[in-house]
């Protein structure tokens, strides 16, 4: 049987590192199939949100959070616009985390984070996340290690506590090659349209590479749970890291199978009044 999304790309014991960027290990094999299969996707993922609304409006406290992770240019903000595009924007959460505010870094760095999650009924993006602050943060050295080596174990915790309360959390970290990343970032170099994007802060990030890599991996490895799992998604194509992102999602939202409450009202009774009601 050909395998889930969730278990094609579920995070091994190998790490994000034995994932190959151009890997498509199941799904459609080009840029045309991907399109018509993720327009069923949508319309699929459009109807369980949908449910998954009602059931919110109906006293339902659950609802889904995807964290994308990825170094720049990974198209954090690409999934957010055609993965997040496909349900009805009215019941969609999306937030980013840049560097933090002074107001922020007051507070654990949790704060921030909590603040911003999808309510019942909702779907929300993190484009970065919480994640920041055992990736950048620990390349970066902006806390020392005894501050943000404990962050794992409150990660997951905090992960856990969303869990019981509803959130069904999937992290994504959308997993590109120095050259797919060498290509984008001279493209917005190339491209009006692009440029405005362009960060020379990215370079620098670029520059320190394989600590990223190390930090991801262990990041990843120790927060991966089943109640908060990670995916890592080859991403060096756009369309197959779209379509993989919308399968996870569509196979979770099948998973939860939201339930459209009963009717508030006497629906035999309404309709009578519907029919004698005459407007003067
Ligand atoms: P992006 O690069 O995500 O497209 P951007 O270039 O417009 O976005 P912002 O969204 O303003 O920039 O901020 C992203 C930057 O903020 C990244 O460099 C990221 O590493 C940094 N950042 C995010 N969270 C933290 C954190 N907790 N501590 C320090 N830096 C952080």
Not at 28 to 39: I, N, T, V
Not at 63 to 72: F, P, S
Not at 121 to 146: A, Q, T
Request: glycine share 8%.
């Amino acid at each position: 049987m050909k395998p889930s999304a969730r278990e094609a790309f579920r995070l091994t014991p190998d790490g994000p590192a034995a994932v190959d960027p151009r890997d498509r290990p199941i799904g459609p094999r080009d840029k045309a199939s991907a399109a018509g299969e993720l327009a069923g996707l949508g319309e699929r993922i459009d109807a369980l949100q949908d449910a998954l609304h009602a059931e919110a409006a109906g006293g339902g406290t659950r609802a889904v959070l995807v964290v994308l992770q990825g170094m720049d240019t990974s198209g954090k903000g690409g999934v957010v616009e055609h993965v997040g595009g496909l349900v009805n924007p009215a019941w969609l959460r999306v937030a980013s985390f840049g560097r933090p505010t002074e107001e922020e870094l007051s507070h654990d760095f949790l704060w921030r984070v909590r603040r911003q999650l999808p309510p019942p009924g909702r779907l929300g993006f993190f484009d970065r996340s919480h994640y920041e602050d055992v990736l950048v943060v620990r390349v970066d050295s902006l806390v020392p290690e005894d501050v943000w080596r404990p962050r794992y174990e409150q990660i997951t915790a905090f992960e856990a506590e969303l869990g019981r309360n509803g959130v069904t959390v999937l992290k994504c970290m959308l997993h590109i090659s120095p050259d797919e990343q060498r290509e984008r970032l001279l493209a917005r170099l190339d491209d009006p349209q692009k440029v405005w994007k362009y960060n020379p802060g990215d370079v620098d990030a670029r520059a320190k590479w394989p600590a990223y890599q190390e930090a991801y991996a262990e990041a990843l490895q120790r927060t991966d749970s089943d109640a908060a799992p990670w995916y890592v998604i080859p991403a060096d194509r756009k369309w197959y890291r779209n379509w993989a992102v919308a399968s996870l999602l569509a196979e979770t939202l099948t998973e939860l199978d939201p339930k459209f409450p009963p009717a508030k009202v006497d629906v035999e009774a309404e309709r009578a009044r519907i029919e004698t009601t005459r407007p003067v």
